[in-house]
């Protein structure tokens, strides 16, 4: 009976590896499984063995019918077919769940949605402008004629002679004070565009233009915004101080440095050995400016604040290279 088994299970195998589909597997699954198949025949074979042969062959013949079960288990897996019942049989539950990668926001965009969050609680509404600006808008109307020396401050690409890739988020000061009147809180998150390219420098950057204007604002309400959003980003206790400074469509203008992250203050490669690092350009919005959107003067005033985003991320997340952002590295990105 020992031989009748082999022979069964060597039969079995070979007619299982020459299918091709579904429907010969199961003509398979009936001949060897099924009630009147090879397997029953040869249990109803067991009861004439001799009673000490009786265990061994039980044994053989439940041997052969988990052998047979399993393979047409994985066979009709290949043919696309569900596995019968029995595959809980084989299915191996301290096998570890396979994990999802889940992706994450870019820690631009995350720095972004937090800053925009905290001037949204300021009471600050979102606002948009172009990519692809008229000279007019990045330059003449904020108070920087042609011929100025301030637009050496400046690496732009032309696209035509009047049209650029904006420098910086400011010419949406412009578009927002042509289309509404004051009292206006807005801040504006771009991409903007210089010639530049080295570790702090890359030519596309993010800024966050700010914009408050209404009657009687005065530095001092600069000075508490600035306060209130860098020791939100940075943590309660941040040293903030105000740096005399130059902006054309400003006046006064100034620059805010925060005590550096790194040393708190003792001097170090980062901050170049002053303890301060600069992080925002800022000051009050130049008479001309409004002029030249039609606001008077006399009646409005207000501040204006612009800021780089990948700097207040390298600062936050402690890295090196502004280069890192737009590599699109997945060892670098997984990490936020
Ligand atoms: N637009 C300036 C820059 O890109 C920053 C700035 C914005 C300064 C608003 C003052 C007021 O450097």
């Not at 807005?186 to 233009?209: L, N, W």
């Not at 690092?277 to 003067?297: C, K």
Request: proline share 5%.
């Amino acid at each position: 009976m020992i031989k009748i088994i082999n022979k069964i299970r060597i039969d079995f195998d070979s007619r299982l590896d020459s299918i091709s589909d579904a429907k010969q597997l199961e003509q398979i699954r009936v001949e060897f499984l099924g009630k009147k198949g090879q397997l029953q025949e040869l249990m109803q074979g067991l009861r004439n063995a001799s009673p000490d042969e009786k265990p061994k062959l039980g044994k053989d013949i439940n041997l052969l019918k988990q052998h047979v079960e399993n393979k047409l288990n994985s066979k009709s897996a290949c043919f696309g077919a569900k596995p019968s019942k029995k595959s809980s049989e084989i299915f191996d539950t301290t096998l570890p769940g396979r994990k999802e990668l889940t992706g994450t926001l870019h820690p631009i965009t995350q720095i972004m949605e937090e800053i925009t969050s905290i001037f949204f609680g300021l009471g600050f509404q979102v606002e948009e402008g172009p990519e692809i600006e008229t000279d007019y808008y990045n330059f003449e109307a904020l108070n920087i004629p042609k011929d100025h020396p301030a637009r050496d401050m400046q690496d732009t690409f032309y696209i035509e002679d009047q049209t650029v890739l904006r420098t910086h988020t400011s010419p949406v000061q412009i578009h927002v004070m042509e289309k509404r009147e004051p009292p206006l809180r807005i801040i504006a998150p771009g991409k903007v565009y210089r010639c530049d390219s080295d570790v702090s420098h890359t030519p596309m950057f993010h800024q966050i233009e700010g914009l408050m204007v209404d009657e009687s604002i005065s530095f001092s309400h600069l000075k508490g915004i600035m306060n209130i959003f860098l020791r939100e980003v940075f943590g309660k206790d941040t040293k903030i101080r105000f740096r005399p400074s130059y902006f054309p469509f400003t006046c006064p203008s100034a620059e805010v440095d925060i005590e550096c992250v790194m040393c708190n203050g003792k001097g170090c490669r980062v901050c170049s050995q002053t303890g301060w690092l600069e992080i925002l350009g800022a000051g009050m919005v130049d008479p001309a400016v409004f002029r030249s959107v039609n606001y008077d003067p006399e009646k409005w005033t207000g501040f204006a604040f612009g800021l780089g985003i990948e700097r207040i991320a390298m600062l936050k997340f402690e890295i090196n290279d502004i280069r890192l952002f737009f590599e699109n590295d997945i060892r670098f990105l997984k990490q936020f």
